[in-house]
Structure formats: structure tokens, C-alpha cells
């Protein structure tokens, strides 16, 4: 079983910047895939940035590439996302996702909202 803990979100203004945190119950090495994803209200689920494990890849959604930055930090078994340049639209809940071999987790999720 991991747990998941995120910190970080909140209320800005367009154009500021926020960093989520996750952290997790597990050394991070013994997870595959690292992931944030947000829901805006009324819509669905979506993958916001993830980060594979083994390599060290990246992905991104096309609407924040250049933007987020997803990293991890080893000694603390975490998972951050950096948010620059926030839009309204990156209004929603984000949820810190990771996968082992077996199975995956989701965090509680943090509200993050953006203000024109």
C-alpha cells in the first residue's frame, strides 16, 4: 500500500506560479511512473505531466508544455510540479498519481485556482 500526501495548492493570480508537492509513503525508486493530473469542474480527468521512473522521461499535456515542470526529489520520496505562468484555465484539482508493478495510487488531490 503507498500513500500519497500532496501539498501546495492554492489560490494565484494569471501569471503567477505555484509548486505541488507529493509526497510518498514508499522509497520512489520502487515506482514505476510518477504522474500529476487535474479536473476542472465539469469536465473529466487529465494527464497533466508524468515521469517515468526507469528513464527519467518526461510527458507533458500540449496546454502546459513549456510551463509545468514535473521533477522528483529523491531524499524525500517526492514528486513536485512547478507551475509558471498560470492561466484560469489551469483551474481545477490536481492528483498525484504513481504506479509499481502491481498497482497504482491516487493522492486526495489539492485545490489550485487561478484568477483573471
Known amino acids: 500500500q503507498v500513500q500519497l500526501v500532496e501539498s501546495g495548492g492554492g489560490q494565484v493570480q494569471a501569471g503567477g506560479s505555484l509548486r505541488l508537492s507529493c509526497a510518498a509513503s514508499v522509497s520512489i525508486f520502487s515506482l514505476n511512473t510518477m504522474a500529476w493530473y487535474r479536473q476542472a469542474p465539469g469536465k473529466q480527468r487529465e494527464l497533466v505531466a508524468r515521469l517515468i521512473s526507469s528513464s527519467g522521461l518526461t510527458i507533458y499535456a500540449d496546454s502546459v508544455k513549456g510551463r509545468f515542470t514535473i521533477s522528483r526529489d529523491n531524499p524525500k520520496n517526492s514528486v513536485n510540479l512547478q507551475m509558471n505562468s498560470l492561466e484560469p484555465e489551469d483551474t481545477g484539482v490536481y492528483y498525484c498519481?504513481?504506479?509499481?508493478?502491481?498497482?497504482?495510487?491516487w493522492g486526495q488531490g489539492t485545490q489550485v485556482t487561478v484568477s483573471s
Open positions: 498519481h504513481v504506479a509499481t508493478v502491481r498497482e497504482d495510487y
